[in-house]
């Protein structure tokens, strides 16, 4: 079935390092992707998404590139605040037969960083 | 937009005991979801509704759970005869599938605690 599977945390970082946090997934037909943040105590925040191929997402320096060749969806951000220490998830969108549709969430991925 | 709002934010119920949250979307937004999220999990979906009619149900959502939204617009989640494997955040989240806009906006979650 459809599924995210997304690097295993925590992932702690100095300010201003570069981040990358891995996301692969699989699914029938051609998906959109997301990343979405979690901050301490908050709801889900829509980060960034991508909806074919070879598009980038892009939001507050944090980038994603929809790579069908590899089924990956990979989180990076050139320089880190500690700010952006929160929990990110990644998640494809998929309609079912039924004509709904749903979001397939990873597991999260939790970073932290570091002054 | 006010963004999604659910209520109440927490609740904490004895085993056994029947629970109700409900979820206001944001305004005009036609699509409402329900997911299921456990510590250090992602969320998972419980079920969808397009206006009115609850047009998928995830297996998670067993015959303890009910879900409505009677004219559309809130919606609410009712657990009958809770158990402790019930604990967990409760999400709603609701789209627009207009162009370029069907990305799904969430709420702040009701935390459930079955003692």
């Known amino acids: 079935g459809d599924s995210v599977t997304q690097m295993e945390g925590p992932v702690t970082l100095s300010e201003e390092a570069f981040l990358t946090i891995n996301c692969t997934y699989t699914a029938t037909g051609y998906p959109s992707l997301f990343w979405y943040v979690q901050y301490p105590g908050e709801g889900l925040q829509l980060l960034l998404k991508a909806t074919k191929a070879d598009d980038k997402g892009s939001n507050k320096g944090f980038e994603a590139t929809y790579r069908k060749e590899t089924t990956s969806f990979h989180l990076e951000k050139g320089s880190v605040q500690v700010s952006d220490s929160a929990v990110y998830f990644c998640a494809l969108r998929i309609r079912t037969q039924g004509g709904s549709e749903k979001l397939v969430f990873g597991k999260g991925t939790k970073l932290t960083v570091n002054p | 937009d006010t963004g999604v709002s659910q209520n109440p934010r927490h609740k904490i119920t004895k085993r056994g005991q029947n629970v109700t949250f409900r979820c206001d979307p944001i305004?005009?937004?036609?699509?409402l979801y329900w997911y299921r999220q456990t510590l250090g999990q992602g969320p998972e979906f419980l079920t969808y509704?397009?206006?009115?009619?609850?047009?998928?149900k995830s297996r998670l959502l067993s015959d303890r759970f009910s879900a409505e939204r009677p004219k559309g617009s809130f919606s609410t989640l009712e657990i009958q005869r809770t158990e402790q494997g019930d604990s967990a955040m409760y999400l709603c989240?609701?789209?627009?599938?207009?162009?370029?806009?069907?990305?799904?906006?969430f709420g702040p979650g009701t935390r459930l605690t079955v003692t």
């Open positions: 989240a609701s789209s627009y599938p207009t162009t370029g806009k069907y990305e799904q906006y």
């Open positions: 509704f397009q206006n009115e009619a609850q047009l998928e």
């Open positions: 305004s005009e937004h036609n699509r």
